[in-house]
Antibody, heavy 120, light 107 residues
Framework: QLLESGGDLVQPGGSLRLSCAAS????????MNWVRQAPGKGLEWVSA????????HYADSVKGRFTISRDNSKNTLDLQMNSLRGDDTAIYYC???????????????WGQGTLVSVSS | DIQMTQSPSTLSASVGDRVTITCRAS??????LAWFQHKPGKAPKLLMQ???SLESGVPSRFSGGGSGTEFTLTISSLQPDDFATYYC?????????FGQGTKVEIK
């Protein structure tokens, strides 16, 4: 199971930290991702992190503003979002990769998402 | 980045119909293509990987095909549970781009 939390209404320029609690699998063995869906839009991959946390990837749209991290002792995945903009408004999903490297790109299990709204 | 284009955007069909969704990549992705089913308020669900490999537990009425730049997802006999939005996604490179989605709705 993947359970996201932390979504909220935040002003433009503000910050927010999302979390994803994992259970039912060996969290430390798999790369993890964040994917988002803006209102009325399709899915957009946001970021990935390798199983041991030493390798990360970001979409160009969030590079330099968002930071992905994980705590394998707590089975949690985080996304620190800074300098938020209106086009960051979306449901953010946590998704598990099918193997352990950050380059493992197949997303084989997803959470139900948490809503982030960026508005003044 | 590799662009993924799905068609149609919306598909109206009846229970029992055979439906096919097409996904085109802007450059060759070999068979590194996945299909997802997404219902409102739910977690997206992986249906197919490597273009044509059905995930465990997914009904056999779903099938996938193609390679290179053209791919299809076919539902052989549409069931009430299949009304949803379907997305293709390439995982050939780190851009990991999705198609814009195909909404399958009741006719």
């Amino acid at each position: 199971q993947l359970l996201e939390s932390g979504g909220d209404l935040v002003q433009p320029g503000g910050s927010l930290r999302l979390s994803c609690a994992a259970s039912g699998f060996t969290f430390a063995h798999y790369a993890m991702n964040w994917v988002r869906q803006a209102p009325g839009k399709g899915l957009e991959w946001v970021s990935a992190i390798g199983a041991n946390g030493d390798e990360t990837h970001y979409a160009d749209s969030v590079k330099g503003r968002f930071t992905i991290s994980r705590d394998n002792s707590k089975n949690t995945l985080d996304l620190q979002m800074n300098s938020l903009r209106g086009d960051d408004t979306a449901i953010y999903y946590c998704a598990k990769s099918d193997c352990n490297g950050a380059g493992c790109r197949l997303l084989n299990f997803w959470g139900q998402g948490t809503l982030v709204s960026v508005s003044s | 980045d590799i662009q993924m284009t799905q068609s149609p955007s919306t598909l109206s069909a009846s229970v029992g119909d055979r439906v096919t969704i097409t996904c085109r990549a802007s450059q060759s992705i070999s068979y590194w293509l996945a299909w997802f089913q997404h219902k409102p308020g739910k977690a997206p669900k992986l249906l197919m990987q490597k273009a044509s490999s059905l995930e465990s537990g997914v009904p056999s009425r779903f099938s996938g095909g193609g390679s290179g730049t053209e791919f299809t997802l076919t539902i052989s006999s549409l069931q009430p549970d299949d009304f949803a939005t379907y997305y293709c996604q390439q995982y050939s490179d780190n851009s990991r781009t999705f198609g814009q989605g195909t909404k399958v709705e009741i006719k």
